[in-house]
T-cell receptor
């Protein structure tokens, strides 16, 4: 089964450090989404790419978060500097335009 | 963002009984809906979807009902099994000038009692 791969699965870091999360979308999918999941907010959309171009990143704190797709096989989400309130599970999902999303198993981030 | 909400945050059912999980959505322009199941430590997994030109769709042991008049979506699970215990999310797809976006409800935790 083709699947979305996210690395690392877990990340513990200290406040102020840079965090980079990576996602390998399913081959052939042309949309990539980044979501953040917390108990309080549920699944929040952070950024959305179509054909590697960012279409919507309005859910992302611009001063510290950045999302990119250097190529079709890699999407990255960076936080610099990280803060304790960034602790959450970050999910990447990919799909065909207007089609269902396939999710990775997430990166659990803990910022101390 | 758009509002997608679930009526019940938790649901407990006896093994073998049927489960019904409800979802309300607010945007009448939503044209595609998906139910996801999320188990502990994993990402949401697709269960079933339905487009707005339908009002019912059936899968294996699952049925999704869509009532566009009242903007309501439900997931019915027949003969619920312990493996069905998970958090269930509904998601609505809204197409805009920037493309399609999926908005998720807060989730319902289903516990199946053996």
């Amino acid at each position: 089964d083709a699947r979305v791969t996210q690395t690392p699965r877990h990340k513990v870091t200290e406040m102020g450090q840079e965090v980079t999360m990576r996602c390998q979308p399913i081959l052939g999918h042309n949309t990539v989404f980044w979501y953040r999941q917390t108990m309080m907010q549920g699944l929040e959309l952070l950024a959305y790419f179509r054909n590697r171009a960012p279409l919507d990143d309005s859910g992302m704190p611009k001063d510290r978060f950045s999302a990119e797709m250097p190529d079709a096989t890699l999407a990255t989400l960076k936080i610099q500097p990280s803060e304790p309130r960034d602790s959450a599970v970050y999910f990447c999902a990919s799909g065909h335009f207007a089609g269902l999303l396939h999710f990775g198993n997430g990166t659990r981030l803990t910022v101390t | 963002g758009e509002s997608v909400g679930l009526h019940l945050p938790t649901l407990s059912v006896q093994e073998g009984d049927n489960s019904i999980i409800n979802c309300a959505y607010s945007n009448s322009a939503s044209d595609y809906f998906i139910w996801y199941k999320q188990e502990s430590g994993k990402g949401p997994q697709f269960i079933i979807d339905i487009r707005s030109n339908m009002d019912k769709r059936q899968g294996q042991r699952v049925t999704v009902l869509l009532n566009k008049t009242v903007k309501h979506l439900s997931l019915q699970i027949a003969a619920t099994q312990p493996g069905d215990s998970a958090v269930y999310f509904c998601a609505e797809n809204i197409q805009s000038g920037t493309g399609n976006q999926f908005y998720f409800g807060t989730g319902t935790s289903l516990t199946v009692i053996p």
